[in-house]
């Protein structure tokens, strides 16, 4: 598991992509892949051709096309070979834990009252990493990040100074689905 937090600290933008970029981001730079549409009958495929380009697959269950949402979706993916799940529900982070996959928790950081409760739902699913959204919310970045916890940037992200700006406020890494942005 911290092979993928190293590997992101040394190539930290993430390809958050659906299969329109799909394999604009098997020939980017990009080491680890956020895959916003999976779909049960091509994530078997999907992810032998993410790990024969040498990259990390993590799929995003919430939105995952056919794969329940539940143990049992959890258990496929991991027979599949994914690396990981991401999800903003704790239980299914909890599930892909117990089943050895890298789990990243996204939050969606939009008013005060939000990014204060972000921390109780940390405490009880502890995932690998968490994916704040938007991602340009440095303030919120620098918060969790000083609290020891790799932080993925996620979310609205369109320029070169907001993946610094992420970057420079804590965040381990940036989740993008801009093309240009994945050779920086």
Known sequence: MSEIIACLEENPVIAAISDDKWQKALESPVQ??????ADLLTIEEKVKQAHRAGKYIMVHLDLASGIGKDRTGIRYLAKCGADG????KGQLIRFAKEQGLFTVQRFFAVD???AESIGEMLR????HLMELMPGVVTKVIK???DSGMPVIAGGLIQTKSEVTDALSAGATAV????PEL???
């Open 175 to 178: 989740s993008t689905g801009k």
């Open 143 to 145: 918060r969790y990040a």
């Open 85 to 88: 799940v991401i999800s903003t």
């Open 124 to 127: 009880n699913t502890n995932p």
């Open 112 to 114: 005060s009252s939000g």
């Open 182 to 184: 994945w050779y920086l």
């Open 32 to 37: 680890v892949i956020f895959y916003m549409s």
